[in-house]
């Protein structure tokens, strides 16, 4: 299983990014996918998921500037991030769950900065 993250970069605050996790050897419409990030000396964070049912689910820091959509034909998943903030700079890293497995991406790194 391999999750590849891309799309990370470096941004002015109030800007956009579109981050893509292309999903090899799972099905990402049957795994619950999600986003997590992990800025400097701070915990690994859910910041969005979608689940197999289709439902998802935001941390509240990111509720209506960030939305987790899902391509099923390309089998990938993707975080659309508006009004970026300092405060989201991280690593953010691509994860899949289903039943007792679970995989984690690479990450990959949103520098906001002016």
């Known amino acids: 299983v391999q999750l590849q993250a891309s799309g990370g970069g470096l941004v002015q605050p109030g800007g956009s990014l579109r981050l893509s996790c292309a999903a090899s050897g799972i099905i990402v419409s049957l795994n619950d996918m999600g986003w997590y990030r992990q800025a400097p000396g701070k915990q690994r964070e859910l910041v969005a998921v979608?689940?197999?049912?289709?439902?998802?689910k935001y941390a509240d820091s990111v509720k209506g500037r960030f939305t987790i959509s899902r391509d099923n034909a390309k089998n990938t998943v993707d975080l659309e991030m508006n009004s970026l903030k300092v405060e989201d700079a991280a690593v953010y890293y691509c994860?899949?769950?289903?039943?007792?497995?679970?995989?984690w991406g690479q990450g990959t790194l949103v520098t906001v900065s002016s």
């Open positions: 979608i689940r197999s049912g289709g439902s998802t």
């Open positions: 994860h899949a769950a289903r039943f007792w497995d679970d995989y």
